[in-house]
């Protein structure tokens, strides 16, 4: 079966040790290499630019640096194809070589200037989350004490992302910032790699009532295997990743359900779902409870079709 996963950190692990080669099985301390890729046909990848929290002052530099990781150590001709357009997506699906797909999260060094948003665009960004857990010049992050919403800069970035063709995530948004793009945003949008509230109260999941707002835009709702968000404990197993896909379902949203690991960016994992080379565990455990159809829509036919309405033509 093919999988795409829309959220992995391991740009983050190769910026932070520049010894690490995402082709070597034997060395990689990386849960998504290569190899794994391969193994569990991962037909796309979507690496995100993530700074981490030690960068105190985030400068746009720092977004090249990551970018310059991308295409020099992942990207690789006859092996691994950056997804721009939908021509390229269609390509990696159909074809032998997988694709990587470039996002951001976090848009802290963009400061409002438009030139930097369209110059990602330019080197292949295809998928911003505006925060990550905390405040930032466009809106605030989960975790920020006053819980509020989107600047006035904010809400034009919203609108030159709609109009550059550039998707939005809103899985490190505080709730009233997830409103505020929901009401602001003319084209769908995307939880990359967050769970149901309902089911796991940590602050990063997503209540009934946004996950309603996301299937009634036909965005894409990543469940996520971060065991904290899947099991309140953090004891998580597979079939609790399954509870979340169920009631997400119940919902309405089995056509929005896709998958987004956050391989990479955990130090925990939930056992038999440890790395990328892991998808058939999951798909036992699906087999219990869904058809075949209706697995293959969330492992991959769901992210292809918002994608192939949603990514650039050309």
Not at 20 to 33: A, G, K, L, N
Not at 173 to 194: G, I, M, N
Not at 273 to 293: I, N, S, V
Request: glycine share 8%; with cysteine.
């Amino acid at each position: 079966m093919k999988v795409i996963d829309g959220h992995c950190d391991v740009l983050l692990k190769m910026y932070l040790d520049p010894a690490i080669d995402f082709y070597d099985v034997h060395t990689s301390p990386m849960d998504v290499t290569y190899s794994r890729m391969l193994h569990s046909n991962v037909k796309l990848q979507c690496f995100a630019i993530y700074l981490p929290e030690r960068i105190t002052q985030p400068h746009f530099d720092h977004y090249l640096e990551y970018i310059n990781i991308f295409y020099q150590k992942i990207v690789r001709s006859g092996l691994i194809q950056a997804v721009k357009t939908r021509g390229d997506l269609e390509l990696v699906m159909n074809g032998r070589v997988p694709g990587a797909l470039l996002t951001l999260e976090g848009a802290d060094a963009l400061y409002g200037n438009p030139l930097y948003t369209r110059t990602l665009y330019h080197l292949g960004v295809r998928m911003i989350g505006v925060t990550w857990n905390y405040a930032n010049w466009a809106a605030d992050g989960v975790l920020e004490p006053r819980q509020g919403g989107f600047t006035r800069k904010g809400k034009s970035f919203i609108k030159d992302c709609n109009d550059l063709g550039i998707l939005l995530d809103v899985s490190h948004l505080s709730e009233a910032a997830f409103w505020d793009l929901a009401a602001a945003s003319a084209k769908p949008f995307v939880a990359t790699h967050s769970n149901v509230k309902r089911l796991c109260g940590h602050p990063r999941n997503l209540d009934d009532e946004q996950i309603r707002a996301l299937i009634r835009v036909d965005g894409r709702i990543g469940v996520t295997f971060v065991p904290w968000f899947v099991e309140s404990s953090g004891k998580a197993s597979v079939d609790d990743v399954v509870r979340h896909m169920e009631y997400i379902c119940a919902l309405g949203g089995e056509r929005q359900l896709v998958l987004g690991s956050d391989f990479d960016g955990i130090d925990r994992h939930i056992p038999g779902l440890e790395h990328t080379g892991q998808y058939d565990r999951l798909a036992e455990a699906l087999y219990k409870k869904f058809t075949k159809e209706q697995i293959e829509g969330f492992f991959y036919k769901n992210w292809h079709t918002f994608l192939s309405q949603h990514l650039p033509i050309h």
